[in-house]
């Protein structure tokens, strides 16, 4: 469809090796910093993850890390007026999904994802709060976050640890 | 996102048809929300069985469909998905609403009409 050109790009391959055919897959997108391009992408992130047959909670665990991820992305880095390119790759290895995303907008306030700490919530209900939410999100879900400012790209990688023996089988 | 309602004797039901509360549909459901609490019913019941996924911004508008509830009205939750109770939970916000499975006998009653 003309629509998908438009927001980006899938590839899904298993590369063969002769001692351990599946063990390694990788998907890779490119799409646009914009809340409609995201939700596109995770459809297709996890309809690519398919032949992996990962479990409910580890899917969820999937879309909502990367959701988190990209959503920071448009709304900050890619703040305001400002709009580009969101880059995703993702690689299945027996550890789990080991996912990069690039993009060319602002960096990360004082050089570090934000640590993202838990909300007291004991407050009146008016002053509940109604974001904020992301970064501890990410940081309870994903392992081995790392953060680098690459030139005028932000590169954050992380692991998702998946069910192991579904991408060592 | 559709927000379908029906009224149970002193209780609102919205129910939400939707898969999804994410960041692209956030305001939308936050502004049909108000529109469908503003009047009527002091309880109110949002069935999410419908809903596979909610991120933060998600999880936020239904924050703000409760703060944005008139004076004196309550939100329920009822029938969270795996994947969204796992959000409510990671950020303890099942501490904050009512959450319940929905009746399974509602609407049940021809069993014992016989």
Known sequence: MHRDNQLGSLYSKNTETDTNPRQYSELRLFFQSEPLAVRRALESIL????????????????????AEVMNNIVEHAYAGERSGVIELHISGTSRGLFCTVIDDGLPMPDGNPPMGKQHDLSCSREDLPEGGFGW?????????????????????????????TILTS | MELQTETHGETLVITASGARIDAAGAIDFKDKMRKLTEFGPDKIELNLASVEFIDSSGLGAVVASMKQLPMGKTLCLLDLTPTVAKVFRLTRMDSVFEIRTSNATDGDTRVNAS
Do not use: P
């Not at chain 1, 999100?137 to 992380?158: C, M, P, S, V």
């Open chain 1, 47 to 66: 309809s690519g993850l398919g032949h992996l047959d990962l479990n409910q909670d580890d899917c969820g665990t999937v879309e909502l890390v990367l």
């Open chain 1, 136 to 164: 501890m999100l990410i940081r309870e879900l994903a392992d081995e976050l790392g953060y680098e400012r690459d030139g005028d790209k932000n590169k954050l990688t992380f692991l998702l640890n998946v069910e192991r």
